[in-house]
């Protein structure tokens, strides 16, 4: 039987989401001090985690609170470095304090949106997950920049889809900014869905058929109906008869 890591960036919003939408998933990636998180919500979300089997990783994002990370920057390739490992590291040891172990690092917002096509970037990000004391696997779009650096690096990487995100025809995510870019009804989800899983593509924003490869799928915390979205979601993996496991 087919398995798919069902994933969610979380510890960002609001608690009472992430007590709905985790034990939903199979892997919880934590905002960890950057763009959302505190000491506080890091305990807990690990705590929520681990309560409900679920795997944790890192989502670290730039130290820009005022636009939740969502605001593209120009740092240098050390900078970027030193903020990623940073972040991983405080929720690292908060992790190991809780009895549980990082899997996985998923970097977030405009961090992840630039090094989709910003190679040095995307470098940059893969030398911090690499590098890091312990094994870590990075998730990021399928044919990504970030994929690419990972694999000249011989890194851990996964690819990602997105449940709730609407597609360009280059198969990059569609800016937030346009009308659409994220799903919110449950049965344009659940379409989304099915046909990721069963035949491998996704419709783009304009109507072209666009082949995604992935190993883990994403549902946003922050999109409107969040819970609601993952357990549709979550029902729609089961009845096409999909194992939903962490990686």
């Not at 960002?12 to 007590?19: F, Q």
């Not at 312990?134 to 690819?159: I, T």
């Amino acid at each position: 039987m087919r398995s798919l890591d069902l994933n969610a960036d979380v510890g960002e919003v609001d608690p009472l989401i992430d007590a709905e939408l985790i034990p939903l998933l199979t892997s919880a990636s934590i905002a960890c001090g950057g763009h959302a998180g505190d000491l506080e919500s890091m305990r807990r979300t690990v705590l929520l985690a681990q309560r409900h089997g679920v795997q944790v990783g890192a989502h670290p994002g730039y130290s820009d609170r005022e636009h939740f990370g969502r605001r593209p920057l120009s740092l240098p390739a050390a900078q970027v470095v030193d903020l990623i490992r940073s972040q991983i590291a405080v929720l690292d040891e908060i992790a190991v304090a809780q009895g549980s172990i990082l899997r996985h690092v998923k970097p977030h917002g405009a961090l992840y949106n630039q090094a989709e096509l910003d190679l040095e970037l995307a470098a940059a990000i893969v030398s911090a997950v690499a590098g890091y004391p312990r094994p870590l696997v990075l998730y990021g779009r399928a044919g990504s920049a970030m994929e690419r650096a990972a694999r000249r690096a011989n890194a851990a990487f996964k690819a990602e889809a997105f449940a709730d995100r609407r597609y360009r025809a280059d198969g990059s995510l569609l800016p937030r900014s346009h009308p659409g870019a994220v799903i919110e009804s449950p049965d344009e989800v659940a379409d989304q869905v099915r046909r990721l899983c069963t035949q491998g593509e996704v419709l783009a924003d304009d109507g072209v058929r666009v082949a995604v490869t992935f190993e883990t799928l994403c549902v946003h915390s922050d999109t409107p109906g969040a819970p609601a979205l993952g357990r549709r979601v979550r029902d729609e993996l089961e009845a096409i008869g999909l194992l939903v496991r962490p990686l």
